[in-house]
Each structure stands twice: as C-alpha cells, then as structure tokens.
C-alpha cells in the first residue's frame, strides 16, 4: 500500500512506514491510501466466531500484504492490541461498540497502539533511511488531555522510541496528568508554563528548527497519522462479522466525532468493501460537518466548549479525507451514505440521565451524543430492520464531573486508572519557548 498527500493526488508516493514517521506531507497536505485495496471476500470470510486479533490479522494482510505475511500479521496484531473493543445491545436496534478497554480508558488507545507496534517494528530493522537515519526516533506531542495519555500508554517500553509530551501547568485534569506523568521509562513529560495553544507553538517551532532536525529524529504521533487512521477501520470490520447473522438487514454506524479521524476509517472499510448501508456523524454543539451534509457547505469556526469536550473542534482536520475519498468538492456521494447530528449539551445531560434510568448505563458524554443521534435515526426512519452499532468512544469514569452533574452518580473507576493515581508524578517543569524545549531535547538525547 502506497500513501499521496491529500495536497496532490497526483503527485510522488510515499511507503506505509514513511508515511508513519513522516506523519505530514511536505505539502501540508495528509497522507492518503492511493490503491482501493477490495478486501469484499476477505470481510465476507469473517464470521462471528473471529476474535479482533483474527480480524485485525486479516486486515494487516489484506492491506500490507507485501511487507506481512499472514505470520508477521497476526504477530504485529498480537502486539498491538492486548485489549479488545466489546459489542453490548442497548434496546432494540441499538448495539453499543465499547472501545474504552485499552490502558487510556478511550477509543485513542487502538490507533495509538498499532502505531507504536509499526514505529517499533520499523526501527529495529536498524533504520538507514531518510526518515529514520539513526533506527532511533522520538515522537514529539502537544497534548491537551486525552490524545497524549493514549499516545504515552501506547509507547510506554517500545525499544528505539522516546516520547516527549508538552502538556499545560495546571490545565489538564489530575486523572490526564497522572496518566501523562506516571509511566516515566521512555515517556518524558514536559509541564509546560503555559497554554495548550503555547504547547502546540513549541512543538511546531521545534520541527522546523534546523539545528534540532540536523541533530535529532522527531516525529508526530497526532491523530492525522495513517498509522492512527487506518487501525480504526478495523473494529468496524470486527462488529460487522460479529453482527452480520443477525436479522436485521441494514447495518448503520454512529460515530460521536469531532477531528472527524474515527468516521473517516469506517468510511475507509466501507471503501475497501465492508457492506454497511450508512453511517451517522454524531457532533456536540460544534456543527460544522452537520451544516454541510445539510447546505452543501463547509465553514470552519471556532469551537465552543461543550460537556463532550474531546470533541470540541471547529474545524475537523479529517475532513479534507473526507472530500478526497468522495472525489473533492462534490458533496453528493457522501450525502447518501452519511447523515450527521448536531446535539447540545442539554440533550446529551439528558440522554446520559436517561439511559442510567432506563438501562442502568452510565454513557461518557461523547458517547451519548452519540445514542441520541442513534435513537434519532432509529425513530425518524421508522426503521424495524436497521441496526444501529453507536461506538462508545470512552468510559465514563473519564469524566466523573460530567457524570456527577448530569446524572448524580459516582461512575466506578477501572483498576487500570485507579492504580496511576497512587503513582508519583513526574514531570520537568519548562518555560514555555523553543529555547527551553531544545535546552530539555538536546540535554537528554544527544
Ligand atoms: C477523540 C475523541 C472523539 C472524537 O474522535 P475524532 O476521531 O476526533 O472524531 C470522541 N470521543 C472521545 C472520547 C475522544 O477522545
């Protein structure tokens, strides 16, 4: 499988694991599959007894067939995903696809962790390419929560990699700083004086100064990474086989979305041969894609803060894929396949309150705009023969606030978040310039 810039599709390809480090093309422009790999008989074979690693196996084939056999795949499969994502029914027609068992307790932890899988198996193949001259790399992350914690758990003891994670003094929520700051080994995290904004400003800096290129390897690990991108197609697949024997006929999914990433790679399986008949994007008050699947009419604006605050993104960087899968400008096709839904916070409380009510559920608020948008569907439709599989994008006992004030419980914390926050933290506390965050790299890597 080869990667184009989204910039110009006609334009020099790059390989998959160029793609990985690289992260951005030259242009500007993300990195793209440039063959429609049909994967129809593959996705047909698998049946509900296929575990995840028996799926994901089977698409590491599929789509790097050339560089791993159906060994190397299900090795790679192994080591990248020790969790796995849990399909629950919620009522009739609604099927929950839970993908917050990995370490982070979020959707995050499956792409980060095949990224990490590939990056580590990369390098020790001993490097000597452009991008990886040394066999030693080190990715170099802004975080303003969530993605950072999913990208630290992911890298925490892979060989030849280190991680460095700029995250804001004072602005992140103590569970988000214990999970940043408590892996210590290959993780360092840089406590920045400052905003998110300014912790983004010195990583952009940083990649751009020369001395440090000529000196150091670094690489991104952001959500637009295909290495993050196209591992997400696979719990698609995986609740596909697992629901395909049911009576139902129609299979639809709803993704709570914001950077647009986790949409984009069902949309990806669908390309690649997965029969669904639609999907829904469900947004929080953020409403730019709704708005355009409606007016045909793409504006970015800035976010607003919401109750689902991972989703809080005013211009979805995913969306360029989007329009390149769909053949640029023309928002017909992805009319037809893609419906979306814009739901308040009001009616995110409400729903979080009502599903403990009804079901004894506690939902993440991202999650349950995601069921509203789900229950929507399924009543505007009238649909008897759909059914709807909502992924549940993170636990709830990520967001205790938000529970406590929406429905008045404790929601129960796993074990796996329970025992950080008994771990020290460590962190180096820096000013927030270049200068202070060259000062740290070139101190400790060269
Ligand atoms: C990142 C995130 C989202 C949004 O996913 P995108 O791929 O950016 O659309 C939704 N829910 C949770 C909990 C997240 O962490």
Request: aromatic share 8%; hydrophobic share 40%; net charge negative.
């Amino acid at each position: 499988m080869k990667f184009v810039s989204t910039r110009n599709p006609g334009g020099p390809t790059v390989s998959f694991p160029e793609a990985l480090f690289r992260g951005i093309a030259p242009d500007g422009g993300l990195y793209h599959p440039v063959e429609e790999p049909d994967l129809r008989a593959l996705v047909r074979s698998l049946g509900e007894d296929a575990s995840y690693v028996d799926c994901a196996a089977a698409l590491i084939e599929g789509l790097f067939g050339e560089d791993h056999d159906a060994e190397q795949a299900r090795r790679l499969a192994l080591k990248a995903f020790p969790f796995q994502p849990r399909l629950r029914s919620l009522g009739p027609g609604m099927e929950l696809l839970e993908l917050f068992h990995g370490p982070s307790c979020a959707f995050k932890d499956f792409g980060a962790s095949f990224l990490a899988a590939t990056m580590e198996e990369e390098l020790l193949r001993g490097g000597g390419e452009s991008y990886i001259p040394a066999g030693r790399a080190i990715i170099l992350t802004a975080t303003s929560g969530d993605t950072g914690s999913a990208v630290a758990h992911a890298f925490a003891g892979r060989r030849n990699i280190d991680v460095v994670i700029l995250y804001p003094s004072g602005r992140v929520s103590p569970l988000q700083e214990k999970q940043l700051t408590t892996l210590g080994g290959n993780i360092l995290a840089l406590e920045v004086r400052g905003s998110f904004d300014d912790c983004q400003r010195m990583v952009k800096e940083a990649f751009s100064d020369p001395d440090l290129a000529g000196r150091l390897t670094l690489t991104s690990a952001n959500s637009i990474n295909v290495g993050r991108l196209i591992p997400q197609s696979f719990y698609y697949v995986y609740a596909f086989a697992q629901l395909r024997e049911r009576e139902e006929d129609e299979l639809v999914f709803c993704v709570p979305s914001g950077n647009f990433g986790n949409l984009t790679a069902g949309i990806l399986a669908w390309h690649w041969g997965m029969p669904v008949s639609g999907f829904i994007a469900a947004t929080n008050a953020n409403d730019v894609v709704p708005r355009f699947l409606e007016t045909g009419v793409f504006t970015p604006r800035p976010s607003v803060k919401t109750l689902a605050n991972a989703m809080d993104v005013g211009n979805p960087s995913n969306f360029e894929r989007l329009q390149h899968l769909f053949g640029g400008a023309g928002s017909m096709p992805i009319r037809g396949l893609l419906t979306g839904l814009s739901v308040p916070d009001a009616v995110i409380a409400a729903t979080m309150k009502k599903t403990w009510e009804t079901r004894g559920e506690l939902l993440c608020p991202h999650t349950a705009a995601g069921v509203y948008a789900a229950q929507t569907f399924l009543d505007a439709e009238r649909a008897e023969n759909t059914l709807v599989v909502t992924l549940a994008t993170a636990h709830p006992a990520k967001f205790v606030e938000v529970c406590r004030e929406a429905v008045g419980v404790e929601p129960e914390i796993p074990e796996r978040l329970a025992c950080l926050l008994e771990r020290p933290k460590q962190s180096v506390l820096v000013d927030n310039t270049l200068h202070a965050l060259s000062r740290e790299l070139l101190n400790r890597f060269t």
